[in-house]
């Protein structure tokens, strides 16, 4: 089944025309038409599947800058479909033809001999004023037919933005991925986690932030004060997080591009830094109060906290569903750490984890249909996912410790982080069939992660 969004990307549709913004540079797009309908499909819910054989040229250039940006953005796509699991990008050295104009179709008789499925075709062309112009299409071979293709102008390479190209590549990748799988991209995306340098008796802790792949790594504060479980808005332009200073754990917002930080206030009792809510107006939390911790919900624009949970037992870890109606959070109300769901407003409290061990750390999938959890079991830990009835438990991964699963903005793929005994902490991914676990390589030591929605375009 081919998949086709008529003029433009993620719900952005005019005739033909899309607007984006990368690096803080606007581009103008135009779709091209597809020419027949194709059969190029991955079922992503098939646990045992083989990669799919794709071809990603070089894009061509009008002159050596241009070749050179070509080059680099193919590496990048090619990277990116690769890392997903789902994608066998195909040597270079085996290509027999050298596609060299946009507006020729390929030899799909070249690309079948090398058994390549699926065709990148690309093109960088510079035009005026330092911008420069780029058009892709993927083809699909074995149908001999044109699948998804888009243009688009831009300063992708100025001296403000001197790698925005990267964030185009991964545009590219995400529409790519879309159309052959039928799902949400999630390549366009950042990860921001805590860098952990130092020995255990005194660790450093900053927030870092880095692209999905590990580019464009960046250290957001400077370690003096130790940070915990960052988590983004649903803008992604901004991060909350837990701080202790003094001695007191405060909890911060801050703004990833202007570097500018604001106090949400000091929460003595809290136990993990809030979550925002899916309209990004407010934040849900837990704190200690007498003795007792309890789940509080804080409105963003007026700063009031009111309290949803009223219970003896200790009830932390709040996450929202992704339409803001429900909450999972766990509690040992029931006499050990379960998970359960209720009401955004506190009623209808539910328990929903009913297997063997503790259950902890619930995340409602943005797509709604699965919560994450951790699991603690006979003195491992398991990564897994259940449906928001409790129905359907799946554990992706298990080791002396992993923990602090997030999810990628489709809902296919998990993050967390592991720790091996006498080892240090290092973040993996894994998709949700529980296939193709990787390690996400960063500078230092990683712990909790957090994935960034789908940044604005």
């Known amino acids: 089944m081919m998949v086709w969004a008529k003029g433009g990307w993620r719900g952005l549709k005019r005739a033909g025309l899309t607007a984006m913004v990368v690096g803080g540079v606007a581009l103008t797009g135009a779709a091209l038409a597809p020419q027949a309908r194709a059969e190029l499909v991955i079922d992503v819910t098939q646990t045992a599947r083989e990669p799919m054989p794709i071809a990603i040229p070089a894009f061509a250039g009008s002159d050596s800058a241009s070749q050179q940006l070509g080059s680099n953005m193919a590496q990048v796509i090619g990277n990116d479909l690769a890392g997903s699991g789902l994608f066998r990008v195909l040597d270079p050295a085996a290509y027999l033809q050298n596609l060299t104009d946009i507006n020729v179709q390929p030899q799909f008789a070249d690309w079948r001999a090398i058994n390549a499925q699926a065709l990148v075709q690309g093109e960088v062309e510079a035009v005026a004023d330092g911008r420069v112009k780029v058009v892709f299409r993927l083809w699909d071979v074995f149908g001999g037919s044109h699948v998804v293709g888009q243009s688009f102008t831009g300063n992708l390479n100025s001296q403000e933005n001197p790698e925005a190209w990267r964030r185009f590549a991964h545009i590219i990748a995400d529409k790519i991925y879309e159309a052959i799988t039928g799902e949400g991209g999630y390549f366009d995306t950042r ?12 660790r450093i802790k900053r927030l870092a932030i880095m692209d999905q792949d590990g580019a464009k790594h960046k250290y957001l504060t400077s370690g003096e004060d130790l940070v915990l479980t960052p988590r983004f808005s649903p803008t992604a332009q901004e991060i909350t997080y837990l701080s202790w200073y ?92 379960q998970i359960y769901v209720m009401n955004a407003d506190g009623s209808g409290v539910n328990r929903i984890s009913f297997g063997d061990g503790r259950y902890a750390t619930p995340v409602w999938s943005p797509r709604g249909d699965l919560i994450a959890f951790t699991k603690m079991k006979g003195g491992r830990f398991y990564i897994g996912v259940m449906r928001p009835d409790g129905g359907g438990e799946k554990i992706l991964s298990e080791g002396y410790l992993v923990e602090g699963p997030t999810w990628a903005p489709n809902g296919r793929v998990l993050m967390f982080f592991r720790e091996e005994r006498g080892g240090g902490t290092t973040l993996y991914s894994i998709d949700l069939s529980g296939a193709n676990e990787r390690r996400v390589i960063t500078p230092t030591q990683a712990s909790d992660p957090a994935w960034s929605p789908l940044l604005p375009l």
């Open 246 to 337: 003094n001695g007191v754990p405060r909890v911060y917002l801050l703004n990833i591009d202007t570097g500018r930080r604001e106090l949400l206030g000091d929460f003595p009792g809290m136990t993990f830094a809030p979550r925002f809510s899916p309209d990004g107006n407010r934040v849900i939390m837990s704190m200690a109060k007498d003795g007792n911790t309890e789940l509080y919900e804080m409105d963003l624009r007026t700063r009031r906290s009111s309290r949803l949970t009223n219970h003896p037992a200790i009830d932390t870890s709040p996450s929202y569903s992704p339409d803001g109606r429900m909450i999972t959070f766990n509690s040992d109300r029931g006499g050990a750490q």
């Open 191 to 202: 990860i921001v986690y805590v860098a952990e340098t130092g020995p255990k008796t005194a």
